[in-house]
């Protein structure tokens, strides 16, 4: 059964959900709603032409940070220093190349403008981050997401040259501020790094153990 949802600021049991993960239709992108919602295991993924959707999936595809996997290569562009990483400096920047990356099996994207705008809002109020990767002063990838605890559920990222991309994440998981890295939609690359699906029961364990 799919929740249409009203002004009051509640959402339904995530193990309501249907099988692909659809919760409910309908509310706001305020700052309020997400941080309840994050707080919840649900997150919004919609396109232009459709009402806000929000997902609870049944399993969560995540990285623990101490299961990080760097492969030989990589950790031999990390001692020559080829990329500058920074965090929340430039987060608008961050979501904006997010949105204009040609991903495989999408068409458009799901950041839409008032995505963008929620979360530009979200990271004003100090929730959600971003980690910046320069190379030669310029903004070659990057990630954002919302932290909630210890769990930071990665939104997007973005790769203008090879290896930015990992470079974040690695930089996320290098942190030692989270417990757990929720990378939402399952990817080979993501998986090569150690990422796998956990159940929405340990999930929610880690996510309320703030």
Request: proline share 3%.
């Amino acid at each position: 059964m799919i929740f249409r949802l009203n002004e009051d600021m509640v959402f339904p049991p995530a193990e309501l959900a249907e099988p692909d993960g659809l919760l409910a239709v309908g509310g706001d992108l305020s700052v309020a709603r997400l941080l309840l919602a994050y707080k919840s295991g649900i997150f919004p993924w919609y396109s232009d032409d459709t009402p806000v959707l929000w997902y609870a999936p049944h399993e969560r595809f995540v990285l623990y940070p101490n299961e990080l996997r760097v492969s030989k290569s990589m950790q031999k562009i990390l001692k020559q220093n080829v990329f500058q990483v920074t965090t929340n400096r430039v987060f608008a920047n961050v979501i904006n190349a997010c949105s204009q990356v040609t991903r495989t099996g999408q068409d458009g994207t799901w950041i839409t403008d008032d995505m963008k705008e929620a979360y530009i809002k979200l990271h004003k109020e100090g929730i959600a981050h971003s980690v910046e990767v320069w190379q030669d002063n310029e903004l070659v990838g990057g990630a954002y997401g919302v932290a909630v605890g210890t769990v930071f559920c990665g939104e997007s990222m973005f790769s203008k040259v090879s290896n930015a991309s990992k470079v974040a994440l690695i930089t996320l998981c290098q942190s030692k501020k989270y417990q757990l890295i929720d990378c939402q939609v399952y990817t080979e690359h993501l998986e090569s790094m150690g990422a796998r699906m956990i159940n929405r029961e340990e999930y929610m364990r880690i996510l309320n153990d703030v």
